[in-house]
C-alpha cells in the first residue's frame, strides 16, 4: 500500500472551508484513497474514499488530481466539532490493513 | 447500539496478568482487525482475521495473541501484560473495498 504525506497540523476559522491536503505519489491504478478523522481519543471516524472522481457525500467532498498523486478533503463550512486529526490512507482492495501514519491535526477557531 | 463494541472501555491490571480485550460487531463484515495507538502517534496493527479461519499478524504483533470466535467476535490477548503494552486499543470491522468502522476504544493500563 502506498504511503502517504499530510502536514502535521492546520488551523481553519469557524464557518469557512476547510481544506487538507495529502500527497501519495506513489500510489498504484487499483489503490483507493480514503479519509478518516479522530475526535480526541475516540475511535476513527470513516469520512469518505474515493478511486479517480471526486466524491461528496454528507459530511464532506474528496478531490483527486488527475494524476492521483495528490488529494484534498474539503470540509465546505468548518463547525467547532470538527477540530480532530484527520488520516489520509491509500489502500487496495485487497489490502490487509489501513496505515494510519500521523495525520493532520485540525484546529476550528471560533 | 453501536456496530462495533469494545468490552472493557477501561482497564487497569498488573505486570504479568494475562488479559483479554473483547470486540463484537453487528455489521456483518467479514473483515476484523486489532489495532494500537500510542499518544500523539498513529494506529499500528496488531493483528487482522478476513474471516473465521483466517488470522494474519500485523506489524506489531509480539506479545498479543488473537480469537476469531465467530464471525461477529474477534478478542485480543495479553499473555502476560507488561507495562509498555499501556495504551489505547481500537478493534475495528470492514467489508472487501469499503471503509473500516472503528470500536469506541479500550484504554489499558499496565502497573
Known amino acids: 500500500d502506498a504511503k502517504t504525506t499530510q502536514p502535521t497540523s492546520m488551523d481553519c476559522a469557524e464557518g469557512r472551508a476547510a481544506n487538507l491536503p495529502c500527497n501519495h505519489s506513489?500510489?498504484?491504478?487499483?489503490?483507493?484513497v480514503y479519509w478518516y478523522r479522530q475526535i480526541h481519543s475516540q475511535g476513527p471516524q470513516y469520512i469518505i474514499h474515493g478511486l479517480k472522481n471526486n466524491e461528496t457525500n454528507e459530511m464532506a467532498s474528496l478531490i483527486i488530481t488527475e494524476d492521483r498523486k495528490s488529494s484534498t478533503l474539503i470540509l465546505p463550512h468548518a463547525t467547532l466539532r470538527d477540530t480532530a486529526v484527520y488520516y489520509c490512507i491509500v489502500r487496495g482492495n485487497t489490502g490487509n490493513q489501513f496505515y494510519f501514519g500521523t495525520g493532520t491535526s485540525l484546529t476550528v477557531i471560533p | 447500539d453501536a456496530d462495533v463494541t469494545q468490552t472493557p472501555r477501561n482497564r487497569i491490571t498488573k505486570t504479568g496478568k494475562r488479559i483479554m480485550l473483547e470486540c463484537s460487531q453487528t455489521k456483518g463484515h467479514d473483515r476484523m482487525y486489532w489495532y494500537r495507538q500510542d499518544p500523539g502517534l498513529g494506529l499500528r496493527l496488531i493483528y487482522y482475521s478476513f474471516d473465521v479461519k483466517d488470522i494474519n499478524k500485523g506489524e506489531i504483533s509480539d506479545g498479543y495473541s488473537v480469537s476469531r470466535q465467530a464471525q461477529a467476535k474477534f478478542s485480543l490477548s495479553l499473555e502476560s501484560a507488561i507495562p509498555n503494552q499501556t495504551a489505547l486499543y481500537f478493534c475495528?470491522?470492514?467489508?472487501?473495498?469499503?471503509?473500516?468502522?472503528f470500536g469506541q476504544g479500550t484504554r489499558l493500563t499496565v502497573v
Open positions: 506513489t500510489i498504484s491504478g487499483n489503490e483507493y
Open positions: 475495528a470491522t470492514s467489508d472487501y473495498g469499503q471503509g473500516a468502522f
